[in-house]
Nanobody, 122 residues
Framework: QAELVESGGGLVQAGGSLTLSCAAS????????IGWIRQAPGKEREFVAT????????VVRESVNGRFRIYRDNAKNTVFLHMNNLQPEDTGVYYC???????????????WGQGTQVTVSP
């Protein structure tokens, strides 16, 4: 059974908003940082945001800071990524991923969801 399951992707016009959800197993949700990694077409995966297991530390990629917000719902074991003012360069597959701490290197993430597509039209 998958331990990280994403939802909420879709097609949106530039300037629009989306909220991605990552439903996590209790094992991961209570013990690891859970965050988001994205991969644009033809590019390598890149860190977007992550949140500590107690919710006390959030790290957001500088290029999306102020537009994206990561937060969690402890009752639902779910981490959310709310994205405002989306731009075409935000297009890509967004993966929920878990790690033992904050890492900007996607290779340091040990658990991955299947990904959800976000497409932003001009």
């Amino acid at each position: 059974q998958a331990e990280l399951v994403e939802s909420g992707g879709g097609l949106v016009q530039a300037g629009g908003s989306l909220t991605l959800s990552c439903a996590a197993s209790a094992r991961l949700f209570n013990n690891l940082y859970i965050g988001w990694i994205r991969q644009a077409p033809g590019k390598e995966r890149e860190f977007v945001a992550t949140l500590s297991e107690d919710g006390g530390r959030a790290v957001v990629r500088e290029s999306v800071n102020g537009r994206f917000r990561i937060y969690r719902d402890n009752a639902k074991n779910t981490v959310f990524l709310h994205m405002n003012n989306l731009q075409p360069e935000d297009t890509g597959v967004y993966y929920c991923a878990a790690s033992e701490g904050y890492y900007s290197d996607p290779n340091q993430y040990d658990y991955w969801g299947q990904g959800t597509q976000v497409t932003v039209s001009p």
